[in-house]
C-alpha cells in the first residue's frame, strides 16, 4: 500500500531508492558491500559470530549456581532459541546472499524487520521479547567487532549491476554518525526528528542528497526494503509509490541532473553582480578532504573549517597537536594560497564527544545544553586542549594563509583570554622552533549580546563571521533540532533581520571583513537579502555553491540595497522580499 510521511525539506532535490531503517543505539554499525565471490565467506563470518555468542551463554547456563533464580536459566534458554532460529540468523544470511550486505548490516536490517513483528503482537509476554532480541543481536554485533580481522575489504554498490539505490531511514543521527556516512552508500536521508539547521540537514545539504527531517513517525511506519520516495523539495516521502507516481519522479531526478549539469559550468566564472561588485564564495568544511570538493565547485576561500569534527569517533581519545597540525596544513596546501578559515573546536549541546570531561560530566543532564558548556565556553574551561589546537592552527599557516575564528563568543572577557592564551601559545612556538605567521583573529557572531555590542568587539578582532543557525535559535528562544517548534524557526523573522543588517553595516563601516557561515548563506533565496545588506562575502558547503553564483550575477546590489530600508521597516519582510527584490533585479532573467 502507498502511503505518504510529511516532514521539513532541509535539502533539494529526488532521491529514489529501497529503505534501509538503522535504529538510533545501532547506527554506528559499518554500512558496506561485499564482492559476490565473499558472499559465502561473509555468511560464514556472521555464523561465526552467532556461534561465538552461542558458546559464552552455554557456559554461563553450565556455570550458574544451584541456588540461581529459575527465571535466569529461563532467560538463557530464550536467548539460546532466539540465536538459533532461523527468523534471526537464516534471514540475515539471505540480506547477505541478496544484497551484498556486510555481515552487521544485514543482521541489523533483519532485527529492524522482526522487531516489527513483535511490536505488532497482541500478546504482552511476546511483545516484550523484542528487548531479549535486541540483547541477542547486540551480543552478535560485539562478537563481529571483536573479530574484525575477519572482514572483507568493502566495496562500492557500482561493483553489482543492477544494485538497487539505498535512502537511509533512522530516529535521528548524531552529527559524528553523519560523518561516517557522509562518504556511504546512502543517496537520501530520512529522520524523525531535526530541522533546516539540525546536522542531519547541513551534512545532507553539503552531500548534496536529498533529504527529510522531523517527520516524528517515518523510520516506525517505513518498513526495511520499501521502495521510497524523497522529495526534497516539498519535505515529502512517498512510501511503496505507484508506477505512474514513480516515473514522474524519475523525470524530475533526470530534470534535476540537468539543472546540476548546467550550473556546474558557471564554476570558473568570477562572481560579479551585474553592477561590477566583487563577491567572495567561500566553501564550509567539516574534514580536510572537503578542501579538494571545495576547489572543484569553484570557492575563492575556505570560510569555516569546523574542526570538532576532527574530535569524534576517536573512541573518548581527542585528537593530538600533531594530528591536528596535518589536518589543517592538508586543508591548507590543498585552497593553494586560497584563504582558510579555521574555526576553534565548537562542541557541546548538539554534538557532543566521546570523551566527557570533569566539566562536560558535571552538565551532561543539564536541560538545555545549547546554552551550557560548549564552544569558546568549553575551549577555555580546558586550557591544554585549547593551547594544543591553537599551536596547530599557528603551524598550519606556514603553509597557507590562515584565519582563526571563534565561536559563540558573549563577553569581552572572553576576547581577553583568547588573546592572552593566544600570545603564549606564539612563545611556546617559537621557543620550540616552530614556524607561523600572522594569523587574523575574527569571531562569530551567533549570540544576540555579541551582535548588540558589535562595535566594541570590532576593537579587538580583524573579522567577523554571522552564524545564523545559531543567531536564529537564540534570537527566537528556539531550539533548531526540536521538530516541535522547528516552525517557528523564521530566519526571515524582523528581528533576525535587524541584528543581520546592524552586524554587516558595523563591520563595514570600522573596515573590518564580515561574512556569513550559517545556512541563509547556501540558501538562494536569502542571496538578493544579503546582497542589498551590503554582504560580500559569502560561506557555504560546496554543493551550494553554483545556485548561489547564479543568483548574484543575475543581481544589481545597488538596486537591491534601495530596497533594503522598506524591507526591514516593514512587519512581513518576506512579502517585501518576494515582491520588490525580485523587481530591483531588474529584468534580468536571461542572464546565464
Known amino acids: 500500500m502507498s502511503f505518504q510521511v510529511f516532514g521539513i525539506a532541509v535539502s533539494r532535490g529526488v532521491a529514489i531508492g529501497r529503505a534501509v531503517l538503522v535504529a538510533s543505539s545501532r547506527v554506528d554499525v559499518a554500512h558496506y558491500f561485499v564482492a559476490p565471490d565473499q558472499i559465502q565467506a561473509e555468511i560464514a563470518r556472521l555464523l561465526r559470530g552467532r556461534d561465538a555468542v552461542v558458546q559464552e551463554l552455554e557456559t554461563l547456563k553450565d556455570e550458574l549456581p544451584d541456588d540461581a533464580p529459575h527465571e535466569l536459566a529461563a532467560l538463557l534458554d530464550v536467548h539460546l532459541m532466539l540465536l538459533h532460529d532461523e527468523a534471526l540468523t537464516g534471514s540475515a544470511s539471505q ?23 513483535f511490536d505488532e503482537m497482541e500478546d504482552d509476554y511476546l511483545r516484550e521479547r523484542k528487548a531479549d532480541l535486541e540483547q541477542v543481536v547486540e551480543r552478535v554485533l560485539g562478537a563481529l567487532a ?10 562500492t554498490p557500482r561493483d553489482f549491476a543492477g544494485e538497487d539505490p539505498l535512502l537511509l531511514v533512522a530516529a535521528d543521527i548524531a552529527p559524528a554518525d553523519m560523518i561516517q556516512f557522509k562518504r556511504s552508500v546512502f543517496r537520501g536521508f530520512i529522520t524523525d526528528i531535526g530541522g533546516k539547521t539540525s546536522h542531519t540537514a547541513i551534512v545532507a545539504r553539503s552531500m548534496d542528497i536529498p533529504a527529510v527531517v522531523g517527520t516524528r513517525e517515518a523510520s516506525r511506519l517505513i518498513m526495511q526494503d520499501d521502495w521510497v520516495i524523497i522529495d526534497g523539495d516539498a519535505g515529502t516521502v512517498i512510501v511503496n509509490p505507484s508506477p505512474i507516481v514513480l516515473e514522474e519522479y524519475r523525470f524530475r531526478q533526470r530534470q534535476s541532473e540537468l539543472e546540476r549539469a548546467r550550473l556546474a559550468r558557471l564554476r570558473h566564472t568570477p562572481a560579479v553582480t551585474l553592477d561590477g561588485e566583487h563577491v567572495e564564495l567561500h566553501a564550509n568544511i567539516e574534514m580536510p578532504v572537503d578542501a579538494e570538493a571545495a576547489v572543484v565547485a569553484g570557492a575563492t576561500g575556505v570560510g569555516l573549517f569546523r574542526t570538532e569534527f576532527l574530535f569524534m569517533n576517536r573512541d573518548g581519545e581527542l585528537p593530538s597537536e600533531e594530528e591536528q597540525f596535518l589536518a589543517y596544513k592538508a586543508a591548507v596546501e590543498a585552497m593553494k594560497g586560497m584563504p582558510v578559515t579555521i574555526r576553534t573546536v565548537d562542541v557541546g549541546a548538539d554534538k557532543p564527544l566521546d570523551r566527557l570531561t570533569v566539566n562536560e560530566l558535571r552538565h551532561e543532564h543539564v536541560l538545555n545544553p545549547a546554552m551550557g558548556l560548549r564552544a569558546i565556553r568549553w575551549s577555555l574551561a580546558e586550557p591544554s586542549m585549547f593551547r594544543q589546537q591553537l599551536r596547530a592552527i599557528y603551524r598550519a599557516s606556514a603553509f597557507g594563509k590562515v584565519r582563526l575564528l571563534v565561536p559563540m563568543v558573549a563577553h569581552l572577557s572572553e576576547v581577553r583570554q583568547i588573546t592572552e592564551t593566544i600570545r603564549k601559545v606564539q612563545q611556546q612556538l617559537t621557543d620550540a622552533g616552530h614556524a607561523f605567521t600572522r594569523v587574523e583573529l575574527g569571531v562569530m557572531i551567533e549570540i544576540p549580546a555579541a551582535a548588540v555590542m558589535l562595535p566594541l568587539l570590532l576593537r579587538h578582532v580583524d573579522f567577523v563571521s554571522i552564524g545564523t543557525n545559531d543567531l536564529i535559535q537564540y534570537t527566537l528562544a528556539i531550539d533548531r533540532a526540536d521538530e516541535a517548534v522547528a516552525h517557528l524557526y523564521d530566519p526571515w523573522h524582523p528581528a533576525v533581520l535587524q541584528l543581520i543588517s546592524q552586524s554587516i553595516a558595523q563591520a563595514r563601516a570600522a573596515g573590518k571583513g564580515v561574512s556569513v557561515c550559517g545556512e541563509m548563506a547556501g540558501d538562494p533565496d536569502f542571496t538578493e537579502l544579503l546582497l542589498a545588506m551590503g554582504l560580500r562575502s559569502f560561506s557555504m558547503h560546496p554543493s551550494q555553491i553554483p545556485a548561489v553564483k547564479q543568483r548574484l550575477l543575475r543581481s544589481d546590489a545597488q538596486r537591491l540595497a534601495g530596497v533594503l530600508p522598506r524591507l526591514l521597516e516593514s512587519e512581513d519582510p518576506r ?13 534580468v532573467a536571461a542572464v546565464h
Open 95 to 117: 540480506w547477505i546472499v541478496d544484497r551484498h550486505y556486510n555481515a552487521e548490516w544485514a543482521l541489523s536490517a533483519q532485527l529492524e524487520v522482526l522487531a516489527r513483528q
Open 146 to 155: 571483536q573479530a574484525q580481522g575477519d572482514a572483507p575489504a568493502p566495496v
Open 575 to 587: 512579502a517585501v522580499a518576494e515582491k520588490e527584490l525580485a523587481v530591483a533585479k531588474g529584468g
